[in-house]
Structure formats: structure tokens, C-alpha cells
């Protein structure tokens, strides 16, 4: 698995604030948003429901894995995935930086990783309530 996941009940926005807020408190920030049925929608016209991917950086963490291994700024930041299933339940899904990390192989980069997985872990266990 290069991921692992939380359904929730609730609407989007207020779960997504959640989640950015939980975030934060583990030092993480949301550099980007992409809302992926708003932008299939405007390209190709498809609707589908509501999917964003959050794009979750922990500066500290990242300069550290940056300076272990430059090019590892292809595999951040870690995304955070929260959709809309069809019973109206959001799933929060989380990058798993261990296994993605895994593929560097570079001193440091695999406890890193674990570090980085703790965090987001507690982010999943603070947001199931």
C-alpha cells in the first residue's frame, strides 16, 4: 500500500478545514489545493464529486530530506486526498511517506520517513475524533 485512509462523516469543507488544521499542528502547511472535479469539469466536462488533493509540506522535515538526498523533491510533498464517496461520506486518504520513501536509498531517509508517517498518523487518529 502506498497510502492508508479514514471515512468520515460530514461535509467537505468543514472536514477539510479539520484536516488542515490537524495538520498544522504537526507542522505541517498545505502548499497547494487542487480541486480535481472542478478542474475535470472545466478541461473535459466531466462531472464527478467533490475530490481534493492537499499538498502537505513540513518544512523542517523537508530541508532534511532535501539535503539527504536532493532529488527527493520529486517525491513531496505528501498529499493528502479527501473524496467524496457515494453513500456521502468523506475519505481522507494519506501518502504514505515510508513506502513512497522507500525508493531512496539514502542514510537517514528511511527514519525520516517514519517520522514523517507518525505525524500523519496522528493527523488520521485527531481527525477520526
Known amino acids: 500500500m502506498y497510502g492508508f485512509n479514514i471515512s468520515l462523516k460530514g461535509d467537505m ?7 488542515t488544521a490537524e495538520l498544522q499542528k504537526e507542522g505541517f502547511g ?3 489545493e487542487i480541486d480535481v472535479a472542478a478542474t475535470l469539469k472545466k ?19 523537508a530541508n532534511q530530506a532535501i539535503n539527504a538526498d536532493p532529488d527527493i ?18 475519505n481522507v486518504g494519506f501518502m ?16 525520516l520517513a517514519s517520522e514523517v508517517r507518525s505525524r500523519l498518523e496522528r493527523v488520521r487518529d485527531a481527525i477520526a475524533g
Open 13 to 19: 469543507q468543514s472536514i477539510r478545514e479539520q484536516v
Open 30 to 32: 498545505v502548499l497547494t
Open 43 to 61: 478541461k473535459i466536462g466531466v462531472e464527478r464529486k467533490p475530490y481534493l488533493i492537499l499538498g502537505a509540506c513540513n518544512p523542517q522535515l
Open 73 to 90: 523533491g520529486l517525491l513531496l510533498p505528501c498529499n493528502v486526498v479527501l473524496r467524496e464517496e457515494d453513500d456521502g461520506s468523506i
Open 96 to 111: 504514505d511517506p515510508a513506502a513512497v520513501l522507500s525508493l531512496v536509498d539514502r542514510e537517514g531517509v528511511t527514519e
